[in-house]
């Protein structure tokens, strides 16, 4: 049996931890959130909390946001796990959330922004079932399904699947990289969907310092962009999902007349 990659491991995560783990990849890469990429690292390992890490999540503007939405809608602290679970992975509570409540939030947040076709594109995938959960935000409000559309889509198709959190089980180890078999998304000319599984490399460990729990062959394990965030078992697997396709058939639902493409 293939051994376990030796790291400091951390406790079990509170709500500022776990948002860590899922937000320091494209932090690292400075696309969202303070510029404070090596000291989230450092934490996030050590499980280290409180005050300075809840700094850092209130720093990233994109997020927030879903958190305090779906905070108020479960009646819980914008950090607390079960919220920010909510946002990262989805299940029944985030499912909860949509409505005339996330439809207001859209409206607050993105109609200034946007053009009136764009905004009510989002409108209309909340019509169709989409939720404040991260995938939402990568397909609907991120512009890169409409350059998808627009015939561009090497790149596109790449930020998209880097993006949004995904799901895989480990098949191996290769120095700091773990080798994951994953379902990259794949696009058709009219709709996003799942490709057949294939392995791809991810990081696990930097200098030391990783992000997920501590995990071996054959554990499922959740990744963003080049990164492996945590070990997430089959009720992670099923949440993470269950939600994803549910935004991808919202999303492209509302990107063609026809029927989306059968997603399963």
Do not use: K
Not at 15 to 42: I, M, S
Not at 104 to 118: G, I, K, Q, V, W
Not at 211 to 222: K, N, T
Request: a neutral charge; glycine letters at 10%.
């Amino acid at each position: 049996m293939t051994a376990r990659p030796t790291h400091r491991p951390s406790a079990e995560a509170d709500g500022a931890v776990l948002f860590g783990r899922y937000a320091f990849p494209p932090n690292d890469l400075g696309y969202c959130g303070p510029d404070r990429a090596g000291e989230l690292l450092e934490r996030v390992d050590a499980g280290a909390s409180g005050r300075a890490l809840e700094e850092v999540a209130r720093g990233f503007e994109g997020a927030w946001p879903y958190l305090e939405l779906i905070s108020e809608c479960l009646g819980r602290a914008p950090l607390d796990p079960v919220v920010v679970e909510a946002y990262w992975l989805g299940g029944p509570e985030v499912a909860r959330c949509g409505g005339a409540p996330f439809v207001n939030s859209l409206e607050a947040r993105f109609r200034p922004r946007l053009t009136r076709t764009e905004y009510e594109r989002l409108v209309e995938a909340a019509a169709r079932g989409a939720t404040p959960h991260h995938s939402f935000h990568v397909f609907g409000v991120y512009p890169w399904v409409g350059l998808l559309r627009g015939g561009r889509v090497e790149q596109p198709l790449e930020v998209l699947d880097r993006c949004r959190i995904r799901w895989g089980r480990v098949v191996g180890f290769a120095g700091d990289d773990a080798l994951v078999e994953s379902r990259r998304l794949t696009w058709d000319g009219r709709a996003l969907s799942l490709a057949a599984p294939a392995v791809e490399a991810a990081r696990f460990r930097r200098d030391g310092h990783a992000l997920a729990r501590p995990f071996g062959s054959g554990d499922l394990v959740s990744l963003h962009w080049d990164w492996v965030c945590d070990r997430i078992g089959p009720a992670g697997l099923a949440r993470l999902r269950t939600t994803t396709l549910a935004e991808l058939r919202a999303v492209n639902s509302c990107t063609y007349s026809a029927p989306a493409a059968v997603l399963a």
